[in-house]
């Protein structure tokens, strides 16, 4: 939500926010929290309904995965176009371990209003899963996009594991950290079955399979 793309950050911030979470600037939000803590320089900052505390880890060769992971609201990214208008906030929440269908969405356009958060409705679930995977090697930019595809199919296939109907949330998010590539450009590979790829893999499904089944 928050330094998106690719380009030199400072840091990383994964803050939780409440249920009903009402405001519609995130990034200056998180912005805000940035400077609460004493973080200067461009950085990337994420979003989540989710405990940041649970957080889980996998390691692999050099690489690390973080994630925290809130799986009350899932589904299927390949959903109907119904499914699609939905508000897609962090904090949207399903019934207590439904996964998302097109049915349950909110009639297309409506508005979200803050007052809505408080209606009487099901016990709230979180529903993000956020990633952050971190190397110790430059990887070249599309290096950097293969590497968000690879730890994306290796959440799925953890989910799946976890007994799952789901290939995530709406709200999902990956963060690739990796030092600034030098004159040789970086990996130029970062695909399931180059050598760092395979790593990230294994890393991110180690994490989000650990998530996976502790999530609410």
């Avoid at 998180?30 to 940041?52: K, N, S, Y």
């Avoid at 971190?134 to 070249?140: M, R």
Wanted: hydrophobic share 40%.
């Amino acid at each position: 939500m928050l330094g998106g793309g690719i380009g030199p950050r400072a840091w990383i911030l994964n803050a939780q926010v409440p249920g009903g979470y009402p405001r519609v600037d995130p990034d200056r939000h998180l912005a805000e929290i940035a400077a609460a803590e004493g973080l200067t320089g461009p950085g990337a900052g994420l979003m989540t309904a989710a405990d940041v505390a649970a957080y889980t880890t996998g390691h692999d060769g050099g690489v690390t995965a973080t994630v925290t992971a809130g799986l009350g609201v899932r589904g299927w990214a390949a959903a109907p176009d119904t499914a699609t208008r939905a508000p897609h906030r962090p904090e949207d929440a399903d019934a207590p371990g439904s996964p998302f269908r097109p049915e349950d969405s909110e009639a297309p356009g409506a508005p979200f209003l803050p007052e809505n958060a408080e209606a009487p409705g099901p016990a709230f679930r979180p529903g993000t899963v956020n990633i952050v995977v971190t190397l110790p090697v430059a990887l070249s930019d599309a290096a950097l996009v293969n590497a968000v595809a690879t730890a994306t199919e290796a959440k799925v296939q953890a989910l799946l594991d976890a007994g799952l109907d789901c290939s995530g949330t709406p709200t999902d998010a990956v963060c690739v950290a990796a030092p600034e590539p030098g004159q040789d450009g970086g990996e130029p590979f970062a695909g399931p079955r180059s050598t760092w790829g395979a790593r990230i893999a294994r890393a991110v499904h180690t994490a989000v399979l650990a998530g996976a089944r502790t999530a609410p």
